[in-house]
Protein backbone atom coordinates (compact mmCIF):
# COMPACT_ATOMS: atom_id res chain seq x y z
CA UNK A 1 0.00 0.00 0.00
CA UNK A 2 1.52 3.19 -0.71
CA UNK A 3 1.44 6.00 1.69
CA UNK A 4 2.72 9.27 2.50
CA UNK A 5 3.25 11.49 5.08
CA UNK A 6 0.49 13.72 7.04
CA UNK A 7 1.37 16.17 9.37
CA UNK A 8 -0.15 15.02 12.72
CA UNK A 9 -1.48 17.67 14.81
CA UNK A 10 -2.83 17.09 18.68
CA UNK A 11 -6.02 18.17 19.74
CA UNK A 12 -6.76 18.78 22.96
CA UNK A 13 -10.15 19.03 23.43
CA UNK A 14 -13.80 18.21 24.65
CA UNK A 15 -16.14 15.99 23.46
CA UNK A 16 -19.32 16.89 22.16
CA UNK A 17 -21.41 13.73 21.23
CA UNK A 18 -23.32 16.04 18.45
CA UNK A 19 -19.90 16.01 16.03
CA UNK A 20 -20.86 19.89 16.14
CA UNK A 21 -17.74 20.94 17.85
CA UNK A 22 -15.28 19.56 20.03
CA UNK A 23 -12.95 16.19 19.31
CA UNK A 24 -15.22 15.03 16.40
CA UNK A 25 -15.28 18.70 14.61
CA UNK A 26 -11.57 19.00 15.48
CA UNK A 27 -11.05 15.39 13.80
CA UNK A 28 -13.00 16.00 10.74
CA UNK A 29 -11.34 19.62 10.15
CA UNK A 30 -7.66 18.52 10.25
CA UNK A 31 -8.42 15.68 8.36
CA UNK A 32 -9.90 17.42 5.56
CA UNK A 33 -7.54 19.83 5.75
CA UNK A 34 -4.81 17.64 5.00
CA UNK A 35 -3.77 16.84 8.83
CA UNK A 36 -3.57 13.66 10.84
CA UNK A 37 -5.75 14.53 14.04
CA UNK A 38 -4.62 12.57 17.39
CA UNK A 39 -7.05 13.32 20.08
CA UNK A 40 -6.97 13.72 23.68
CA UNK A 41 -10.49 14.81 25.57
CA UNK A 42 -10.04 17.38 28.11
CA UNK A 43 -13.46 16.54 29.04
CA UNK A 44 -16.59 14.72 28.46
CA UNK A 45 -20.28 17.01 28.21
CA UNK A 46 -23.67 16.70 27.41
CA UNK A 47 -25.17 18.44 25.49
CA UNK A 48 -27.62 18.90 22.10
CA UNK A 49 -27.61 21.23 19.05
CA UNK A 50 -29.18 23.78 21.50
CA UNK A 51 -27.29 24.10 24.73
CA UNK A 52 -24.70 22.18 27.09
CA UNK A 53 -26.07 20.69 29.67
CA UNK A 54 -23.30 19.09 31.91
CA UNK A 55 -19.50 19.71 31.48
CA UNK A 56 -17.16 16.82 33.73
CA UNK A 57 -13.27 17.25 33.26
CA UNK A 58 -11.28 14.48 31.86
CA UNK A 59 -9.01 12.64 34.22
CA UNK A 60 -5.43 14.56 34.63
CA UNK A 61 -3.43 11.41 34.95
CA UNK A 62 -5.45 9.80 31.76
CA UNK A 63 -4.60 12.84 29.15
CA UNK A 64 -0.97 12.41 30.19
CA UNK A 65 -0.58 8.95 29.83
CA UNK A 66 -2.41 9.65 26.15
CA UNK A 67 -0.50 12.33 25.29
CA UNK A 68 2.85 9.91 26.49
CA UNK A 69 1.76 7.58 23.78
CA UNK A 70 0.95 9.35 21.33
CA UNK A 71 4.38 11.81 21.09
CA UNK A 72 6.00 8.33 21.10
CA UNK A 73 4.07 7.14 18.47
CA UNK A 74 4.28 10.38 16.25
CA UNK A 75 5.85 13.62 15.03
CA UNK A 76 3.41 16.59 16.43
CA UNK A 77 3.38 19.16 13.85
CA UNK A 78 0.73 20.87 15.93
CA UNK A 79 -1.64 21.85 18.41
CA UNK A 80 -5.10 22.69 18.83
CA UNK A 81 -6.20 23.94 22.03
CA UNK A 82 -10.03 23.68 22.57
CA UNK A 83 -12.24 23.28 25.77
CA UNK A 84 -9.90 23.51 29.44
CA UNK A 85 -12.55 23.19 31.98
CA UNK A 86 -10.58 23.56 35.41
CA UNK A 87 -7.67 24.60 36.28
CA UNK A 88 -5.85 21.07 36.78
CA UNK A 89 -6.99 20.37 32.98
CA UNK A 90 -4.84 23.90 32.28
CA UNK A 91 -1.57 22.24 34.38
CA UNK A 92 -1.97 19.00 32.12
CA UNK A 93 -2.18 21.35 28.66
CA UNK A 94 1.08 23.82 30.08
CA UNK A 95 3.28 20.37 30.49
CA UNK A 96 2.48 19.66 27.16
CA UNK A 97 3.82 22.97 25.48
CA UNK A 98 6.63 22.84 27.35
CA UNK A 99 7.50 19.33 26.48
CA UNK A 100 6.85 20.32 22.72
CA UNK A 101 8.63 23.65 22.29
CA UNK A 102 8.62 25.19 19.12
CA UNK A 103 5.25 23.38 17.79
CA UNK A 104 2.75 26.26 16.53
CA UNK A 105 0.14 25.93 19.21
CA UNK A 106 -3.45 27.35 18.00
CA UNK A 107 -6.25 27.84 20.87
CA UNK A 108 -10.11 28.34 20.61
CA UNK A 109 -10.62 30.33 23.85
CA UNK A 110 -13.83 27.77 24.57
CA UNK A 111 -15.91 30.03 27.37
CA UNK A 112 -18.95 29.71 27.21
CA UNK A 113 -21.83 27.71 24.85
CA UNK A 114 -23.84 28.97 22.14
CA UNK A 115 -27.03 28.40 24.34
CA UNK A 116 -25.42 30.99 26.70
CA UNK A 117 -24.30 28.40 29.64
CA UNK A 118 -21.11 28.88 30.84
CA UNK A 119 -18.35 26.24 30.04
CA UNK A 120 -15.17 26.91 32.08
CA UNK A 121 -14.14 27.67 35.62
CA UNK A 122 -14.67 31.06 36.92
CA UNK A 123 -10.79 31.39 37.38
CA UNK A 124 -9.97 30.19 33.76
CA UNK A 125 -9.72 33.44 32.01
CA UNK A 126 -7.19 35.12 34.02
CA UNK A 127 -5.24 31.61 34.42
CA UNK A 128 -5.64 31.40 30.32
CA UNK A 129 -3.86 35.32 29.99
CA UNK A 130 -1.73 34.83 32.77
CA UNK A 131 0.27 31.40 32.27
CA UNK A 132 -1.38 29.90 28.74
CA UNK A 133 -1.23 32.76 26.19
CA UNK A 134 2.65 33.33 26.39
CA UNK A 135 2.88 29.51 24.82
CA UNK A 136 0.17 30.63 22.25
CA UNK A 137 1.09 31.08 18.47
CA UNK A 138 -2.55 31.73 17.57
CA UNK A 139 -5.51 33.09 19.50
CA UNK A 140 -9.00 32.81 17.73
CA UNK A 141 -11.87 34.19 20.00
CA UNK A 142 -14.82 35.73 18.99
CA UNK A 143 -15.78 38.64 20.15
CA UNK A 144 -17.56 37.82 23.09
CA UNK A 145 -14.56 35.72 23.97
CA UNK A 146 -12.54 38.64 23.63
CA UNK A 147 -14.08 40.89 25.65
CA UNK A 148 -13.69 38.41 28.49
CA UNK A 149 -9.96 38.07 28.03
CA UNK A 150 -9.42 41.53 27.86
CA UNK A 151 -11.89 43.19 29.94
CA UNK A 152 -10.37 46.06 30.69
CA UNK A 153 -9.40 47.61 27.04
CA UNK A 154 -12.24 49.20 25.13
CA UNK A 155 -12.36 48.15 21.68
CA UNK A 156 -11.41 45.03 19.78
CA UNK A 157 -8.09 46.45 18.90
CA UNK A 158 -6.85 47.20 22.15
CA UNK A 159 -8.08 44.15 23.45
CA UNK A 160 -6.37 42.19 21.05
CA UNK A 161 -3.41 44.41 21.24
CA UNK A 162 -3.62 43.66 25.34
CA UNK A 163 -3.22 39.84 24.63
CA UNK A 164 -0.52 40.13 22.67
CA UNK A 165 1.49 41.89 24.88
CA UNK A 166 0.75 38.75 27.03
CA UNK A 167 3.02 37.14 25.01
CA UNK A 168 0.32 35.20 22.53
CA UNK A 169 1.60 35.69 18.72
CA UNK A 170 -1.29 36.36 16.66
CA UNK A 171 -4.75 37.03 17.22
CA UNK A 172 -7.55 36.40 14.75
CA UNK A 173 -11.05 37.85 15.61
CA UNK A 174 -13.97 35.56 14.66
CA UNK A 175 -17.17 37.37 13.58
CA UNK A 176 -19.66 34.53 13.00
CA UNK A 177 -21.12 35.47 16.59
CA UNK A 178 -22.41 38.70 16.19
CA UNK A 179 -21.34 41.75 13.83
CA UNK A 180 -19.39 44.91 15.38
CA UNK A 181 -21.63 47.73 16.14
CA UNK A 182 -21.91 49.62 12.78
CA UNK A 183 -20.71 47.25 11.04
CA UNK A 184 -22.50 45.67 7.35
CA UNK A 185 -24.85 42.79 9.13
CA UNK A 186 -24.69 40.59 5.98
CA UNK A 187 -20.89 40.60 6.26
CA UNK A 188 -18.81 38.42 8.46
CA UNK A 189 -14.91 40.26 9.78
CA UNK A 190 -12.40 38.16 10.90
CA UNK A 191 -9.45 40.37 11.79
CA UNK A 192 -5.62 39.09 12.41
CA UNK A 193 -3.51 41.32 14.69
CA UNK A 194 -0.03 40.28 14.91
CA UNK A 195 2.77 42.15 16.22
CA UNK A 196 3.86 43.41 12.44
CA UNK A 197 0.47 43.26 11.00
CA UNK A 198 -3.44 43.63 10.95
CA UNK A 199 -5.15 41.59 8.08
CA UNK A 200 -8.84 41.69 7.45
CA UNK A 201 -11.13 38.99 5.62
CA UNK A 202 -15.10 39.61 4.96
CA UNK A 203 -17.28 36.57 4.00
CA UNK A 204 -21.19 36.65 3.12
CA UNK A 205 -23.14 35.63 6.51
CA UNK A 206 -25.16 33.04 5.95
CA UNK A 207 -28.76 32.98 7.58
CA UNK A 208 -29.13 31.04 11.06
CA UNK A 209 -26.86 30.13 14.20
CA UNK A 210 -24.16 27.59 13.96
CA UNK A 211 -22.82 25.13 16.56
CA UNK A 212 -18.90 24.70 15.82
CA UNK A 213 -18.03 27.40 13.84
CA UNK A 214 -15.18 28.77 15.82
CA UNK A 215 -13.88 24.96 16.31
CA UNK A 216 -13.32 24.32 12.69
CA UNK A 217 -11.74 27.37 12.13
CA UNK A 218 -8.83 27.05 14.40
CA UNK A 219 -8.53 23.25 13.36
CA UNK A 220 -8.21 24.00 10.22
CA UNK A 221 -5.64 26.62 10.76
CA UNK A 222 -3.62 24.03 12.62
CA UNK A 223 -3.64 21.97 9.89
CA UNK A 224 -2.28 24.40 7.78
CA UNK A 225 0.29 25.14 9.85
CA UNK A 226 0.89 21.79 10.50
CA UNK A 227 1.68 21.74 6.87
CA UNK A 228 4.02 23.99 6.77
CA UNK A 229 1.62 27.57 5.75
CA UNK A 230 2.38 30.70 6.73
CA UNK A 231 0.03 32.26 9.03
CA UNK A 232 -1.91 34.17 6.97
CA UNK A 233 -2.42 32.09 4.14
CA UNK A 234 -2.82 29.29 7.00
CA UNK A 235 -5.90 32.06 8.41
CA UNK A 236 -7.02 32.56 4.76
CA UNK A 237 -7.23 29.17 4.21
CA UNK A 238 -9.35 28.04 7.43
CA UNK A 239 -11.64 30.59 7.17
CA UNK A 240 -12.28 29.36 3.34
CA UNK A 241 -13.07 25.74 4.52
CA UNK A 242 -14.89 26.81 7.48
CA UNK A 243 -17.39 28.94 5.31
CA UNK A 244 -18.00 26.20 3.09
CA UNK A 245 -18.62 24.14 5.89
CA UNK A 246 -20.94 26.23 6.99
CA UNK A 247 -22.82 26.63 3.32
CA UNK A 248 -22.81 22.94 3.48
CA UNK A 249 -24.05 22.49 6.91
CA UNK A 250 -27.50 21.03 8.01
CA UNK A 251 -29.81 21.32 11.05
CA UNK A 252 -31.12 18.11 12.21
CA UNK A 253 -33.38 19.45 14.92
CA UNK A 254 -34.63 22.86 16.34
CA UNK A 255 -31.25 23.56 17.31
CA UNK A 256 -28.47 25.34 15.80
CA UNK A 257 -27.15 24.56 12.41
CA UNK A 258 -24.15 21.81 12.27
CA UNK A 259 -21.14 22.45 9.70
CA UNK A 260 -20.56 19.40 7.52
CA UNK A 261 -16.65 19.66 7.29
CA UNK A 262 -16.60 16.49 4.66
CA UNK A 263 -19.00 17.91 2.55
CA UNK A 264 -16.34 17.17 -0.46
CA UNK A 265 -16.90 13.85 0.22
CA UNK A 266 -16.78 11.69 -3.46
CA UNK A 267 -20.37 11.46 -5.26
CA UNK A 268 -19.61 7.46 -4.26
CA UNK A 269 -20.64 8.44 -0.54
CA UNK A 270 -24.07 10.09 -1.40
CA UNK A 271 -27.29 7.42 -0.77
CA UNK A 272 -29.21 9.01 -3.75
CA UNK A 273 -25.83 9.11 -6.44
CA UNK A 274 -25.57 5.22 -5.11
CA UNK A 275 -29.38 4.67 -6.25
CA UNK A 276 -29.26 6.53 -9.51
CA UNK A 277 -26.37 4.38 -10.49
CA UNK A 278 -28.46 0.95 -9.27
Given amino acids: MATRDLPAALVLAGHDATGGAGLVADAEAIAACGGWPLTVPTSLTVQTTRDVRRVTPASPDMMRETVQALVEDFEIAAIKLGLIADIATLEVILEVLRRLPGVPVVCDPV ?7 ELAATALPEALRERLLPGVDLLTPNRQELERLAPQADDDTARATELLSRGCQAVLITGTDQPAAGSDPTCVTHTLHTPELTRQWQWPRLPGAYHGSGCTLAAAAAARLAAGERLVAACEQAQRFTWESLR ?9 HLPRRLWQLPAAFDPEALDDRS
Avoid at 111 to 117: M, T, Y
Avoid at 248 to 256: D, F, I, L, T
Fill in 111 to 117: LRAGGGS
Fill in 248 to 256: HGWRPAAGQ
